[in-house]
């Protein structure tokens, strides 16, 4: 006997149209040939996905039905109810032994409907101790519409397996007991998968409008650093946006952090940042009248300021970015759904215009916000929950009439016994006089929410605050005379705060807002997505061109994660203090600004150092890999910057050697240098970096460079002979002392070792 399950996932509205159809098909697939049960069974866990069931007395008759007009007639009736199909949506069966090892159970309990809310209160308990049972895979539960007859669908990795956890008599109370009633009697059916081609194509189960490498939902920052890093690689990419217009007002991230203009110089798009915005200088504190603190951040080890730039323009300058290198935002189009199997993504997008369109990629990204679709249909869960604060603020783009430091950032704190029980953060803007300005809210919008908590977000069932609002909040906080006018804007938020349980499902990804929310303290959101983003693009571009490592996109979650729980929650702990660590005001603002920032526990990096402190005092693997100066190579009438030779879009070998290095050692450079760019496909440029007192060797490749001012040297700790390989995203992918090409080798295994 032959079991066929396929499963189809209907558009909302249309179950019943589903199950209507199923029962007009159903008497035509009974009259075949062969045929021995036809069933509609619908999964409890997703009330719009149906598995249909058939069962055939022999390959000849399940071949007859495949081929023949009934099953075709039944895929152009369902096709316009149901979402495109994966490729891994058809399961063949065999009641006796088939392909491989592993096994299907079906085990069918009878529920009586009086009892349905005992059993489904059981079930979830039961599925999560099976879980622990050595050889189990997973389940779904099953029920037959309208009937009292469940279907506990498990698939286990071996026969032998199954077997030994039913033989232990007490797995009944040990896994079970929450619904061991119900298993009193049952009907239990064991299938192994066939060796059987797959369905055949009616050419409209893949039938879609346009297909791509990389789909990414959500044009903020976070969505326009995906699209314009994969399109810098000639990755094919569609970036949506469900916003018809871009935003034309100051009402999100302003501060641009040291790191992120570092990227931004990476991209081409660090000059016109600088000329749009303006320079914060420093941070100043007040409590209670009296100025606390102040940090100067112009600090000259800096590669860039911090910039005050307000994210419309940020967003402008990445879309101008993107535009040149041929991709524009497709704007009015909303993702409503998505499925993914094996080999990629197809997801369903609703038009401006009304109408839906259909894309098929290799992957997709959801850069979509604090309200994100992917994460809600990927069902992604916030660790330890949603958290809000319960106050309501307001925020203001307005000019203040005072005698501040100019170009600094402005925290003005009221306490009462230590405790803080008002704040005024304003942040300076271009213009003479121009702040964004956040307080709390007054207390008559509280009242509007009926006590209540607000939307999250900026919420627009809230009347905008008014200047007169802006004004009452400087006199409780402002030296005294401190006078507002120009309102250009306000509005009240609510401040969330969490991180999602996993970044990546399969092959659909989140990144900024989508994977984590914060407090604005410090300004990380959209920092913090700009990285996320930096991290992911370089590894989804070596994936979707076949050379990765299957482990490499693993990495994004293994590294982004733990920066953005950090980060959270550091930003939740600082939120209502005056933010400052005074032992050590320096290391934090360089923390702040993700300049410390380290993958140095990702499983893809690493070193070969001997003798142990050798390199101690460079950067580490995982390390941001710091600039260095004075770099003469030949041809060149200027000095160069180490960045001029890693900067681009592909990872950089950097070898050194210095007068006491063996010769031998220093040739052999020549051929690891084309080693690795065969190893890697391509995506390594290789230098020869050689102290002032080097001899040059005669060589073509790799180009040699030499450290004139020995800036290298003191920023990589090297001497002798030493490598340092740079990734893509400018961290520290892998050192050694001395040179260790079979070391190198293993490294690049965990890259690429996906390459031919």
Not at 266 to 287: E, P, S
Not at 564 to 577: D, P
Not at 609 to 626: E, I, N, Q, T, Y
Request: with cysteine; net charge negative; proline share 6%.
């Amino acid at each position: 006997m032959i079991r066929t399950m396929s499963r189809i996932r209907a558009w909302p509205g249309c179950e019943n149209a589903v199950e209507s159809l199923w029962r007009s098909f159903a008497g035509q697939i009974g009259g075949l040939p062969g045929n021995l049960l036809r069933d509609l069974l619908v999964d409890t866990a997703d009330r719009r996905s149906f598995v249909v069931v058939t069962e055939w007395a022999d390959d000849a008759a399940l071949r007859g039905y495949e081929n023949g007009p009934v099953a075709r007639r039944f895929a152009d009736a369902v096709r316009p109810l149901c979402e495109t199909a994966g490729a891994d949506s058809y399961r063949v069966m065999h009641s006796e032994h088939g392909a491989g090892s592993k096994i299907y159970v079906d085990v069918e309990v009878t529920v009586p409907a009086d009892r349905f809310a005992e059993f489904e209160r059981g079930y979830p308990e039961v599925a999560a101790r099976v879980a622990r049972v050595p050889g189990y895979l997973r389940e779904e539960l099953l029920r037959e519409p309208g009937s009292d007859i469940f279907h506990i669908f498990a698939e286990w990795r071996s026969e032998a397996d199954f077997y030994r956890w039913i033989g232990n008599p007490a797995h009944k109370h040990e896994e079970a007991g929450p619904i061991a009633p119900f298993l009193l009697e049952f009907r239990r059916r064991i299938f192994h998968l066939a060796p059987h081609p797959e369905k055949p194509s009616t050419g409209k189960e893949i039938d879609v409008d346009t297909t791509t490498d990389v789909l990414i939902v959500g044009a903020g920052p976070t969505g326009l650093t995906v699209a314009v890093e994969l399109a810098r690689r000639g990755i094919d990419c569609r970036l949506i946006e469900k916003r018809a217009t871009p935003p034309g007002q100051a009402d999100k991230a302003i501060g641009v952090h040291c790191r992120t203009m570092e990227i931004w110089e990476d991209q081409g798009i660090a000059r016109d940042a600088m000329d749009a915005g303006i320079w914060l200088t420093g941070q100043a504190v007040f409590v209670n009248g009296e100025e606390t603190c102040r940090l100067s951040w112009e600090l000259p080890e800096l590669p860039y300021a911090h910039l005050g730039l307000p994210q419309y323009e940020t967003e402008r300058l990445l879309t101008e970015r993107l535009a040149t290198l041929g991709v524009r935002p497709r704007r009015g189009a909303e993702l409503i759904s998505f499925t993914q199997d094996g080999d990629g993504v197809t997801a369903t997008l609703a038009l401006a215009g009304g109408g839906k369109e259909k894309v098929r990629a290799k992957y997709l990204v959801g850069c979509d916000g604090a309200h994100s679709k992917v994460r809600e249909l990927l069902g992604l869960t916030f660790t330890g929950g949603l958290g809000q604060f319960p106050q309501l603020f307001m925020l203001g783009d307005v000019d203040v009439d005072w005698d501040m430091p100019k170009g600094h950032l402005l925290r003005l704190m009221h306490e009462t016994d230590g405790q803080m029980d008002n704040m005024l953060v304003c942040v300076p803007l271009r213009g003479e006089t121009r702040y964004r300005i956040a307080t709390l809210a007054p207390p008559r919008f509280f009242a509007q929410t009926g006590g209540k908590d607000a939307p999250p977000g900026f919420s627009e069932e809230l009347a905008e605050p008014t200047l007169a609002d802006v004004q009452t909040a400087l006199g409780q906080l402002a030296p005294p005379g401190t006078r507002a006018s120009n309102l250009r804007w306000s509005s009240v938020f609510r401040i969330s705060h969490g991180i999602v349980d996993r970044y990546r499902e399969g092959r659909v990804f989140v990144a900024g807002d989508a994977a984590h929310l914060h407090p604005p303290a410090g300004g990380q959101g959209m920092n913090t997505g700009i990285q996320d983003a930096w991290n992911l693009a370089w590894k989804l571009a070596l994936a979707v061109r076949g050379i990765a490592t299957p482990g490499l996109l693993d990495s994004y979650e293994t590294e982004r994660r733990p920066e953005g729980e950090e980060i959270v929650g550091r930003a939740v702990r600082l939120a209502f203090t005056d933010e400052l660590d005074r032992n050590d005001l320096k290391r934090q603002f360089l923390q702040e600004m993700s300049l410390l920032l380290s993958y140095s526990d990702s499983p893809v990096v690493g070193e070969s150092v001997s003798p142990r402190r050798a390199l101690r005092d460079g950067p580490k693997p995982g390390d941001r890999a710091p600039d260095a100066g004075g770099l003469h190579r030949r041809g060149v009438g200027h000095r160069l910057r180490l960045r001029d030779l890693t900067r681009g879009t592909r990872h950089t070998l950097l070898v050194y050697a210095d007068a006491s290095a063996d010769e031998a050692a220093v040739t052999a450079v020549e051929k690891l240098s084309a080693d690795v760019r065969e190893q890697a496909s391509g995506e390594i440029d290789v230098y020869l970096l050689l102290s002032p007192e080097a001899r040059t060797p005669w060589m073509l490749d790799p180009p040699t460079v030499r450290d004139a001012e020995d800036s290298f040297r003191a920023a990589y700790g090297v001497k002798g002979t030493a490598l340092y390989l740079i990734r893509p995203d400018g961290h520290v992918g892998f050192r050694s002392r001395p040179i260790d090409a079979d070391a190198l080798k293993n490294h690049l295994n965990l890259v690429f070792g996906g390459a031919k």
